[in-house]
């Protein structure tokens, strides 16, 4: 049984360290601009009361958001329910860059090309310091039922952390002042120990049944 134990923990470790992003260096793009805009209907986007972290990528963009780094989200006649109402007009942001390094929000900067012309840096409750809230100062800037793109010009990850001030439930889960998963050189060495314990163990047991008396 140990072995299976072992293995579990090696798979483990090996699939977060090659699949995962990890630093906590700074970011090294200073003033990310950011933005958000109302589109068409790209193939299975993210739900917008979903808060978990989605890469931003090229190739995703459209319209005026065309070159940018893009999040696809989906706002639904369910979240419309939920949110009481059929629009959104403000959604607060947590952003990452691509080595999954939280972003201050004080370093954003809005960009032109967003629906939403209103921004602060002091976003869900304003204590963190690392979520930002783009809003509508007017009617005309509100997104209704449809899908929506976060737009950046750097890369890296997005999560949406209220919209329309109502927190996403799953928001917790990835505190936007820390990395998104610990760096691959504490992982290899926790799983090391691990197996290393596990094999001690082993040995130990082993000791003890070859010196037991028949």
């Given amino acids: 049984m140990n072995r299976f134990v072992v293995l579990a923990i090696a798979g483990c470790v090996a699939s977060a360290a090659l699949s995962a992003p990890a630093s906590a260096d700074p970011i090294l793009s200073p003033d ?48 419309s329910t939920t949110l009481d109402s059929s629009t959104i007009n403000s959604t607060d942001l947590s952003l990452w860059n691509a080595a999954g390094a939280p972003i201050a929000a004080a370093d954003f900067t809005l960009l032109p090309e967003s629906q939403f012309t209103g921004i602060l840096t002091t976003g869900f409750g304003g204590a963190d310091g690392h979520t930002v809230q783009l809003f509508a100062e007017t009617s005309g800037e509100e997104i209704p039922v449809g899908d929506l793109l976060i737009f950046s010009d750097a890369p890296g990850f997005v999560s949406v952390r209220a919209v329309n001030d109502l927190p996403n439930p799953n928001a917790g889960l990835f505190p936007d002042d820390q990395p998104l998963v610990p760096e691959p050189t504490t992982l290899v060495l926790m ?24």
């Fill in 32 to 79: 990310p601009g950011l933005g958000i805009i109302g589109i068409g209907d790209p193939p299975d986007p993210q739900d917008v009361l979903n808060a978990t972290p989605q890469m931003l990528t090229m190739g995703a963009c459209s319209g005026a958001a065309s070159g940018f780094y893009c999040g696809e989200y989906n706002f639904s006649s369910g979240d």
């Fill in 191 to 214: 799983g090391s120990g691990l197996v290393g314990l596990v094999t001690r163990g082993r040995r130990r047991l082993r000791g003890r049944t070859g010196n037991q008396p028949h």
